[in-house]
């Protein structure tokens, strides 16, 4: 079973900075994660969940408008591990995030238990 373990939340000052971090185990064997398309989600308190930034396989990135100029999605294959750096970040910001893995040739479709990151004003 695929298992993605989020790290790296936690407080920090309005317009301070985070990197967070999601490692993948069980993944099938022979896979890296270079056969999947990786995300970053984000859930504040009262919210639906929301698409933050998504690295494909093909290595096209795409983010949310809010944190366009601010946040970075980047992997490292070889070590399963994915990454969202976030930069000048607003206490808009605060929410659970939650790393997501999709098989991009097959209905695999995996969630982290979520990290939570607070912004103080």
């Known amino acids: 079973q695929v298992q993605l373990v989020e790290s790296g939340g936690g407080l920090v000052q309005s317009g301070g900075s985070l990197r967070l971090s999601c490692a993948a185990t069980g993944l099938t064997t022979g896979l890296t994660l270079s056969s999947y398309h990786m995300s970053w989600y984000r859930q504040a308190p009262g919210k639906e969940r929301e698409l933050v930034a998504t690295s494909k396989t093909g290595g096209a990135a795409n983010y949310l408008d809010s944190v366009k100029d601010r946040a970075t999605i980047s992997r490292d294959n070889a070590k399963n591990t994915v990454y969202l750096q976030m930069n000048k970040m607003k206490p808009e910001d605060t929410a659970v995030y939650y790393c997501?893995?999709?098989?991009?040739?097959?209905?695999?479709?995996?969630w982290g238990q979520g990290t939570q990151v607070t912004v103080s004003s």
């Open positions: 997501n893995a999709k098989y991009w040739l097959g209905p695999g479709n995996y």
